[in-house]
């Protein structure tokens, strides 16, 4: 590829279409979830249904679009990590090779599109895309590194996902047991 910015506005891309996935999804569980409450019948006195589904779909896409830009960031600090720890390549060639990588993302936001009635498929979709990706990141790589350095940028990005989605989990889990020993029940 002659220029190397061109795909450099890919990434914007593919973190809105997968915002837009999530936020449509959303959305529409927030007014099932209004409607069971009924909420949503006094919400219609005062908004019109078009105004609430607006304003609902502006907030989960700025909420998703946050949480997606945060996620970027740290894949790109794990893997300049991972390319800094175990990559032979000094001069940032390396890094350069994978851009085309996020026309993996943006291929994999606008198939999740498709399929944002269920959250199980956008799930499924997000978490393809994110092995591909790595594959494909792998594959681009093999040839700066050796077979030590080749494990380590394997398992350097697995491990700390999976380290951090743990803390989350376990902060989450801790926050809902205490939230709920101390309801008066």
Excluded: H
């Amino acid at each position: 590829m002659k220029n190397t910015y061109l795909l450099s506005y890919f990434p914007i891309i593919a973190i809105l279409l997968f915002s837009l996935s999530f936020a449509i999804y959303g959305e529409m569980q927030v007014l099932v979830l209004f409607g069971n409450l009924g909420i949503y019948q006094g919400m219609l006195e005062f908004f019109s249904e078009t105004g609430i589904k607006l304003a609902l779909m502006i907030v989960l896409l700025l909420v998703m679009f946050m949480v997606f830009a945060a996620l970027k960031l740290i894949s790109d600090t794990v893997i300049e990590l991972s390319l800094l720890f175990f990559s032979k390549d000094s001069d940032g060639k390396a890094l350069t090779s994978i851009r085309m990588g996020s026309v993996i993302y943006v291929m994999g936001g606008a198939c999740s599109l498709f399929s944002v009635q269920f959250l199980l498929g956008l799930i499924s979709i997000f978490l393809v895309t994110n092995v591909v990706a790595l594959i494909y990141f792998v594959y681009k790589l093999s040839s700066s590194v050796n077979v030590s350095g080749l494990v380590g940028l394997i398992f350097f990005p697995i491990f700390i996902w999976t380290a951090l989605v743990a803390i989350v989990a376990y902060s989450a889990l801790k926050l809902y047991n205490s939230v709920i020993a101390s309801l008066p029940i």
